[in-house]
């Protein structure tokens, strides 16, 4: 998973290692050459003249180091007492070829920048000690403005679900051909490992073979199935799935919706209809995170037409790139909840950002 993105990430690593370690060379030669004139105008100085002259001497003494830079003079003075600082310059060529990684990787634009603006002013100006390795100032800088983006409103899952009135229903919407009805599946399992009951209701009445495809899924996890014929209305289906747990004491309502285009009105309107009168308390939004920037643009429109709560980004198994995984919760203020992980209903993973930015930079 998201292969290609670390090797990217590990790439910045090496290239802002290897910018800084050439100019720590030139910066001990410089130092080296400090230290050569100090000697030299010590002696100078001792041997000779006057005051008036001596100070003449040293204001030539520093517009010769302003001439190399106060940068400079800092870093060699740095490097003299084991410490390092990183510069803009020592920056710019990897921070740029990072941007291209990033872009390449589809990330979504603003969040790449974002990433790039938090890495510059953490590294910037930032010293190392001899314990402490360039490679390690950039692994830091590289988690924290990662996880800054990644973690954008995550809130905790199963805490919601405990503490929310039953049933809790949860409606997944997204295109069709996403993963939504086997993560409705998933979902039940990963509910029912921790306890909670569930029935799935079939919003999506438009699909011809709909009803049958999530049929397979309830009948071969053991769970109730509420459909309606096709052409019917969906959320009058997800409103009996919603009676049907009342009466029955489930835990939680599972309501799939018809996968049409974001664009179309339609759908917005089925939406906001199911909105009204089941008043969901979570609407998930599914897509691929295999469809990078894609799957970024339709959550941002479907968080626009019909607020979501959360997001579940299905086959990150097969997504070497992570640019959605990495841009959604940003791009949409909604965090990224679920991770689906191959087609076993077992394959759904709690979204954790600080673990994925542990596998992605560690
Ligand atoms: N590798 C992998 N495949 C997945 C994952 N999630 C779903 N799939 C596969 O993706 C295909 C489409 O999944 P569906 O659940 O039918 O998609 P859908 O969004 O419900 O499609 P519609 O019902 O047409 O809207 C199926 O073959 C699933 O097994 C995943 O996390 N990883």
Redesign the pocket.
Known sequence: MFDGLKEKLDRFRSDVEESADADTEADSEAEAEVDAESEADAEADTDTVEPAAAAADETADESDDESDGPGRLQRAKAFATGKVVLEEEDLEDPLWNLEMALLESDVEMGVAEAILDQIRSNLIGETKSQMASTGDLVEDALRDALLDVISVGQFDFEERIAEADKPVTIVFT?????????????MAKYLEERGYSSVLANG?TY?AG?NE??RE?ADALGKRLIAHEQGGDPAAVIYDGVEYAEANDVDVVLG?T??RLHTSSDLMAQLEKIDRVVAPDLTLF?D??VAGQDAVERAKQFNDAAEIDGAV??????DSQGGAAISVAYVTGKPVLF?????GYD??DRFDPEELVDDLVG
Do not use: P
């Open positions: 997204g295109v069709n051909g996403v993963g939504k009805t086997t993560t409705i599946a998933k999506d699909r709909a495809q999530i899924h799939d018809a996968g599914v691929e995170a980004l299905t086959k990150a198994d097969a991770l689906g992980t191959g087609q394959d759904l």
